[in-house]
């Protein structure tokens, strides 16, 4: 993927609303990052509204267009609550594009696969949307309200295979046993492409590595500064007979599933 530096902008809010019961879609105008966004880069929203607007938090970019972008968020705390109260007008200064994103399928023989869980459908989006052919997308979740963006992939033409924990939506079970049947039904020229709770990338990464099939991993790890300099994210990858720091930020969050030390 080409590094393009990243920019400060302070953006307009377009649109911030209900999604689903749980998520909001919030689309801002931000002309300077919009055009450079790659598939798997995060934005840092400082929240102005918030007291202690200091601290950034990082979201995937879900959609873009030349002069936009949206994330899909879930309010879960502090930040993302007052984030949710915030109306078409008011102002948020983003860093961004971010991170080390996913390598677009470049054509040919390749089959993408996408794995998602929550709001990992946000930050697989533009993946889909660039890959040169349709593949399929497995998502999971607990419940049906956890299924995000279903005909979002769907109007793409990609083919959605859904499961839920309680069986609410699609096949009951974890999003990993229907991945697994069709790995195994045929693994040869498929490469995955992940993004969702540590747990479930633990998985695939762990699938694809006992029937040899690539993937690229997108890690959810804390993060404070987002651009390098703090070491909150760091994550153990491989790099010669060990293993070194990497951070999450920067160097990820998508990394080589093959290069990822699983013992946190
Ligand atoms: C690269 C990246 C991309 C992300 N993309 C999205 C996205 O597209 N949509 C979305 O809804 N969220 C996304 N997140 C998570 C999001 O950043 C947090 O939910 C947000 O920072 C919470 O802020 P807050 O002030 O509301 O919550 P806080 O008050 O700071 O925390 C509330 C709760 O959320 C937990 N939390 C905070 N950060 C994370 C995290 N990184 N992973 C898991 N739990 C966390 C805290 O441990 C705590 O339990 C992403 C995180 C990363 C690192
Ligand atoms: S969040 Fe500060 S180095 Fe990654």
């Known amino acids: 993927m080409l590094t393009l530096p990243m920019l400060e902008e302070t953006v307009q809010i377009l649109a911030n609303d209900r999604d689903t019961d749980l998520y909001y879609r919030l689309v801002v105008r931000a002309p300077q990052i919009a055009p450079q966004v790659q598939p798997g880069q995060f934005a840092h929203l400082r929240i102005l509204p918030l007291q202690d607007a200091l601290l950034r938090r990082p979201f995937s970019i879900f959609q873009v267009t030349q002069d936009s972008f949206s994330i899909l968020y879930k309010a879960v705390g502090r930040g993302t609550e007052v984030l949710a109260r915030m109306r078409p007008g008011e102002h948020l200064s983003a860093l961004g594009p971010l991170g080390h994103g996913f390598t677009v399928p470049s054509g040919g023989r390749e089959q993408p696969v996408l794995v998602a869980g929550g709001y990992g459908m946000a930050a697989l989006y533009l993946l889909a949307e660039r890959s040169p052919q ?111 720091y990497q951070r999450a930020c920067t160097e990820g969050p998508v990394f080589d599933a093959r290069q990822v030390v699983w013992d946190r």
Do not use: N, Y
């Open 134 to 244: 349709p593949g399929v997308v497995f998502v999971g979740g607990k419940r049906r309200v956890d299924i995000l963006c279903e005909p979002d992939f769907r109007a793409l033409g990609w083919e959605v295979r859904v499961t839920t924990e309680d069986g609410s939506h699609g096949q009951a079970g974890l999003v990993t046993e229907p991945l697994q049947a069709e790995l195994r039904r045929d693994p040869v020229g498929k490469k995955l492409f992940a993004c969702g709770p540590t747990p479930m990338l633990r998985a695939v990464g762990k699938l694809a590595e006992e029937l040899g099939v690539p993937a690229e991993l997108s890690l959810d790890e804390h993060m404070c500064c987002g651009v390098g300099v703090c070491l909150t994210c760091v994550v153990k990858i491989r790099s010669g007979e060990g293993w070194e």
